[in-house]
């Protein structure tokens, strides 16, 4: 069993790039999300889903977007790369309130 | 809008003690508080969920009580363990809202 597999662990862009943060869960949630964690600030969340086709606006939402379009995946994409989203992203999936993570993805941007 | 804090950031303690790790949250209407333990480089791991008509979580050596009146969550980590050491976060939801998220405690246990 699996749980949430996100792709890449680390990543190196530079700015104004374009990427595409994979996470995939095979335990049937609807609840999706994706968080970025920096030092000293905790897990800040950054949209998430409740389910297939619906996504939503977390606290820090600018510069990012995603989409669902089926229960299992749910990519998160950065527009075009700043040194301020240096961070370690993680992606959630929930069920019955209790979270499940991802191993997360270090990027880096230059 | 909710906010968690965790004091202090980091603490160290010898094998076997018994500790407190502290949790704050600003509104009194929170719906319920999850503790999670995270290992360096890794995710979070679900440790234990106190739902609102509960007062505390037991699993194993770890206690999780909640107080809402004062605005507090405590995790009680029994007879503590060099595998215990890791950063321990706190996260409290209001109904309908997502979980808000401290800052963590980053716990060493010396053997």
């Known amino acids: 069993n699996a749980g949430v597999t996100q792709t890449p662990k680390f990543q190196v862009l530079k700015t104004g790039q374009s990427m595409t943060l994979q996470c995939a869960q095979d335990m049937n949630h609807e609840y999706m999300s994706w968080y970025r964690q920096d030092p000293g600030m905790g897990l800040r969340l950054i949209h998430y889903s409740v389910g297939a086709g619906i996504t939503d606006q977390g606290e820090v939402p600018n510069g990012y977007n995603v989409s669902r379009s089926t229960t299992e995946d749910f990519p998160l994409r950065l527009l075009s790369a700043a040194p301020s989203q240096t961070s370690v992203y993680f992606c959630?999936?929930?069920?019955?309130?209790?979270?499940?993570f991802g191993q997360g993805t270090r990027l880096t941007v230059v | 809008k909710q906010e968690v804090t965790q004091i202090p950031a980091a603490l160290s303690v010898p094998e076997g003690e018994n500790l407190v790790l502290n949790c704050s949250f600003t509104?009194?209407?929170?719906?319920?508080l999850q503790w999670f333990r995270q290992d360096p480089g890794k995710g979070l791991t679900s440790l234990l969920l106190i739902q609102s008509s509960q007062r505390e979580q037991t699993s194993g050596r770890l206690n999780a009580s909640l107080d809402k009146s004062s605005g507090r969550s405590t995790l009680y980590i029994a007879a503590s363990q060099p595998g215990d050491s890791a950063t321990y976060l706190c996260a409290g939801g209001n109904y309908g809202q997502n979980f808000v998220f401290g800052p963590g405690t980053r716990l060493s246990v010396l053997p």
């Open positions: 509104d009194s209407a929170i719906y319920n």
């Open positions: 959630a999936s929930s069920y019955s309130e209790v979270d499940f």
